[in-house]
């Protein structure tokens, strides 16, 4: 989460510490958390269709709620004529 923080933001720096995470996770539980973070961090970089493939790993009811944030982030309501 430190990496989100840093300005500029280092996105690479990022990727590769949460994929160094994922391969470290104890559970299955502790995975979908760091797919979580994947998913934002390529949200945020404008790759929705990465986050949208780390988004539908992720079914723990646990983190509902921030992958159905992100989601609507990734597709926003569609301009009003």
Excluded: C, Y
């Excluded at 391969?23 to 269709?49: N, T, W």
């Excluded at 539908?56 to 989601?71: D, G, H």
């Amino acid at each position: 989460m430190a990496q989100l923080g840093t300005q500029p933001f280092q996105a690479k720096a990022a990727i590769a510490a949460w994929s160094d995470a994922l391969a470290l996770a104890p559970s299955p539980v502790a995975k979908e958390g760091v797919m979580i973070h994947l998913a934002r961090i390529h949200a945020q970089l404008g790759e929705a269709d990465v986050a949208r493939e780390w988004l539908a790993k992720v079914n723990e009811t646990q983190f509902a709620e921030l992958k159905a944030s992100i989601l609507q982030k990734l597709d926003p309501p569609p301009a009003k004529p």
